[in-house]
């Protein structure tokens, strides 16, 4: 029976993803029974096998070995921005589909009730943002010209983390632990837009064009990302704090990219063609230090937790660059041209409040907040064109009940999000098109979005052996 349950596990964790609005934020996802219906307010104590991922110091701190997964969680999302592509203009991305799953055991690799192992895979982030649009209309008072543009936009992201964990037991209140995580990290981007100028009376010429397509997809094998881990619980209180590096050691990265861009004017007799579409061998990707820290404290039948995490600002480096040569010496006299992506966040504290009022031995029912602040990362192309996460902060809210039945503990619950961003960068306006900016992309900072999102989660975790028979605080 118990393999059949590992196995069902499996196939739903496999099937499990999410295209999200949301651009990759650092708590986008929370994990595990505790962690989703607490809102992710569990760094002091995890309760279950995510401690894995949220403080490997409290791996120990329980008598309880099994396995945990989260699965069927259907989550429905929409981002709204206003301005976005031009004054007036307004544009809604929907999504519906499953969030990241989590797969995750423990076990006693020695003869050691001191010492506690785990492993876990998981999907750490999963994005992706998409927006099309068309606009056309006169240029001038005297309507001899007019104008229409195209403008295709999409940005994705995509993070596995694999880990293995062990954790020490220093005293049946102290534990400390350590977490190593392989990262494998995918992203890409797509911007494709056309701006033209033309003759009302002969629109089959243009005065001025600027067609553009660029993009690339990009490659992180295996980097690796250490957690380090302390959890204390003594009567009714708990703590815990834990330090997780950035990402070093990449094995490998790589990827490729294309651009075709052609700008025409008659008006000065220009024409400018750039095209290539190429591999590229070096790719850097940055993740952020961070420090989290939480407590948790009881009071009668309730226990509140509280906890935070500090992610540091990732200054603009070159995510690639290359010299491009598109016709590889067949013309003697073409140069090429350099191509580069230039990228970086802002630091980000975040911070998560809990309930747990625990109504009998067999239902708790919980309740959490969190803050899901963007890190404003930018992405500089060929020092051009400027584009900021278009997704606001969110503010998530949960709640919930976990029900335990002999040796398994099943949780459901739901959360739902909301977010608010006034004064974003523009990608380009393209409602205001003259002869003067129409080779430009950047726009004003007058772009407003709104989030919203709604998911329904079920967890289950299932034990099978107990440490010992130490009576110990259950946290």
């Known amino acids: ?158 993070e596995d983390w694999f880990a293995l964990s062990m954790g020490y037991r220093i005293s049946d209140n102290l534990g400390i632990g350590v977490s190593q995580f392989s990262s494998w990290h995918g992203q890409s981007l797509d911007l494709n837009f056309k701006k033209e100028i033309l003759l009302r009376n002969n629109p089959s010429v243009p005065i001025q064009s600027w067609r553009s397509e660029f993009g690339y997809n990009l490659i992180t094998y295996s980097g690796w990302i250490t957690k380090f881990g302390l959890s204390y619980c003594k009567n009714n209180f708990g703590f815990g704090l834990t330090v997780t590096t950035p990402l070093y050691g990449v094995l490998r990265s790589g990827g490729n990219y294309f651009i075709d861009d052609q700008k025409i004017s008659q008006v000065d007799s220009t024409l400018i063609i750039q095209a290539n579409r190429t591999d590229i061998e070096n790719v850097t990707y940055k993740t952020p230090l961070s420090i989290g820290a939480g407590i948790d404290f009881g009071i009668s039948k309730y226990r509140l937790f509280l906890s935070a995490e500090y992610f540091a600002q990732i200054d603009n480096y070159l995510l690639f660059e290359d010299r491009s040569l598109p016709f590889e010496g067949v013309i003697e006299d073409s140069e090429g041209f350099d191509v580069s992506v230039e990228t970086g966040n802002e630091n980000v504290l975040n911070v998560a409040f809990g309930v747990e009022y625990k109504k009998n031995d067999r239902f708790t029912l919980l309740g959490g907040f969190r803050t899901d602040f963007n890190e404003s990362s930018i992405l500089l192309i060929n020092d051009e064109a400027t584009v900021l996460s278009s997704t606001p902060d969110v503010f998530h809210l949960s709640g919930g009940v976990l029900v335990t039945y002999n040796q398994s503990i099943f949780s459901i619950g739901i959360d739902l999000g909301y977010g608010r961003r006034s004064g974003g960068a523009q990608l380009t306006d393209l409602s205001n098109i003259t002869s003067e900016n129409i080779f430009t992309t950047s726009g004003n900072n007058t772009v407003t979005s709104n989030f919203y999102s709604a998911s329904l989660f079920i967890t289950y975790d299932f034990i099978f052996k107990r440490i010992s028979e130490r009576t110990r605080h259950q946290k």
């Open 1 to 158: 029976m118990r393999a059949i349950y590992i196995i069902i596990g499996l196939i739903l964790y496999i099937s499990v993803e999410l295209s999200s609005q949301i651009d990759a934020h650092y708590w986008s996802h929370q994990f595990g029974a505790h962690g989703l219906l607490l809102n992710g307010a569990v760094i002091s104590s995890a309760h279950d096998e995510t401690s894995i991922y949220y403080n490997p110091g409290s791996i120990t701190l329980d008598d309880n070995l099994g396995f945990a997964f989260s699965f069927i969680s259907p989550t429905y999302a929409r981002l709204q921005s206003q301005n976005y592509l031009g004054t007036g203009n307004s544009l809604r991305d929907d999504g519906f589909d499953f969030s990241p799953g989590f797969l995750a055991v423990r076990f006693k690799p020695f003869n050691n009730d001191r010492i506690i192992a785990g492993v876990a895979s998981f999907k750490r982030l999963k994005s992706s943002i998409e927006f099309e649009d068309r606009i056309a209309d006169q240029l001038d008072e005297f309507n001899l010209f007019v104008f229409r543009s195209d403008l295709k936009f999409q940005k994705k992201k995509d």
